[in-house]
């Protein structure tokens, strides 16, 4: 498989069952779950020190672009997981086989679900050794027109498991960001009531300050 936990494996297969939506000139389209491993969007890209990574359409792009008002501009925006190439062609079959079903498999004595199996099954096998590293990958390309001129921004990062503390790279990510956001709450930094937004409502520059202090850096390019 290529792959061990670094987060919760039963929402790993959930969200291998999830639609995907996204923008291809300028129209909405949604790929089912079941289809998820299986389009004609997936694809590979080359990430910097760790080579061809494969991509896969998962989850709406297209609300984020409706968050920040700018939906009926763009031309195509997508979201997709980034997994070792082989990803789709481990789980393409395993799913025409409804091995993530959340249908009791009838005959068994209980009321158990493949998906409730994979689970059970997988969970204790695909754990980190304490010497082993976990990855966390994003890459977000942004490109179009400002000013009149063609712009295009490529932000890249990577975060790995700190084997000090022994805390995972996904842990890091995420727990880094979340507590950054509680300081700027509890300060007054972040003066909105209410639900806010990561995407609205957060000040970016010193955002990404902090998370800079904490170890964790973005590489930035920006072409014209």
């Known amino acids: 498989m290529n792959y061990k936990i670094n987060w919760n494996w039963d929402m790993v297969l959930k969200s291998s069952k999830r639609e995907a939506v996204f923008i291809r000139n300028g129209k909405k389209v949604t790929i089912s779950g079941d289809d998820q491993h299986d389009n004609e969007f997936i694809h590979e890209i080359d990430f910097p020190g760790l080579g061809r990574l494969e991509?896969?359409?998962?989850?709406?792009?297209?609300?984020?672009?409706?968050?920040l008002g700018v939906t009926k501009t763009i031309k195509e925006t997508g979201r997709y997981s980034?997994?070792?190439?082989?990803?789709?062609?481990?789980?393409r079959p395993l799913k025409k086989f409804h091995f993530l079903s959340d249908q009791p498999v009838v005959g068994l004595p209980g009321e158990i679900t493949p998906h409730q199996f994979m689970v059970k099954f997988l969970e204790p096998q695909l754990q980190y050794k304490e010497d082993e590293k976990d990855l966390a990958v994003m890459v977000n390309v942004f490109a179009g027109l400002k000013d009149g001129k063609k712009k295009k921004i490529v932000v890249n990062l990577l975060i790995e498991r700190d084997l000090k503390t022994g805390l995972m790279a996904m842990s890091l990510g995420v727990g880094y960001t979340a507590s950054i956001v509680a300081c700027m709450i509890a300060s007054g930094e972040i003066k909105g009531k209410g639900v806010l937004s990561p995407a609205t409502d957060i000040p970016y520059d010193s955002f990404m300050k902090q998370l800079s202090q904490r170890g964790i850096a973005l590489d930035e390019k920006i072409e014209f």
């Open 82 to 91: 980034l997994r070792w190439p082989g990803w789709c062609a481990f789980w």
């Open 55 to 67: 991509a896969l359409p998962n989850g709406n792009a297209v609300f984020f672009t409706d968050l």
